[in-house]
């Protein structure tokens, strides 16, 4: 628990999703944040954000995380469509060691990428680059209750 609380501390998306910071937040509930990239790579750029702080995909808990991250992934949806409807939009994660901040964030993108060069940044490339949260969905899904254990 000191390393999330030292982790929280020093993160910038700590300090947003606590509202230690002036980002316009775009969504808060009691499990995630959103809130507009910084750094735009497309038409519209979102990230969503557990509260909690969790460093990458790979902290992911198959039971404990399924939820939350299809509840990002709802929100990020919501979001889209609310701003962008007309637009093919893009959903994911980058991994270690291409994230940029460690905390987890998923992208949501209403594409085009702007500029265009940009996409070369959501390529999946297999245990590297970014995974799109419909697969990363089915990598943490929990596993099914063996009958002859319960």
């Not at 509840?71 to 270690?96: I, N, T, Y």
């Amino acid at each position: 628990m000191a390393g999330a609380l030292a982790a929280s501390a020093s993160c910038i998306f700590c300090q947003i999703a606590n509202k230690s910071t002036s980002t316009s937040l775009l969504h808060c509930d009691d499990k995630v944040v959103a809130f507009q990239d910084i750094n735009p790579s497309a038409f519209r750029h979102y990230l969503v954000i557990p509260v909690e702080h969790i460093p990458t995909v790979n902290d992911l808990k198959r039971k404990e995380d399924y939820s939350l991250v299809n509840h990002m992934s709802e929100v990020g949806k919501m979001l889209l469509l609310r701003d962008a409807p007309l637009s093919k939009h893009r959903f994911g994660f980058h991994q270690p060691p291409l994230n940029s901040v460690n905390h987890l964030h998923l992208h949501c993108l209403a594409l085009p990428y702007t500029p265009r060069w940009r996409c070369i940044k959501y390529l999946s490339l297999g245990s590297l680059g970014f995974i799109e949260t419909e697969k990363l969905l089915e990598k943490i899904r929990p596993l099914p209750m063996d009958p002859s254990k319960v």
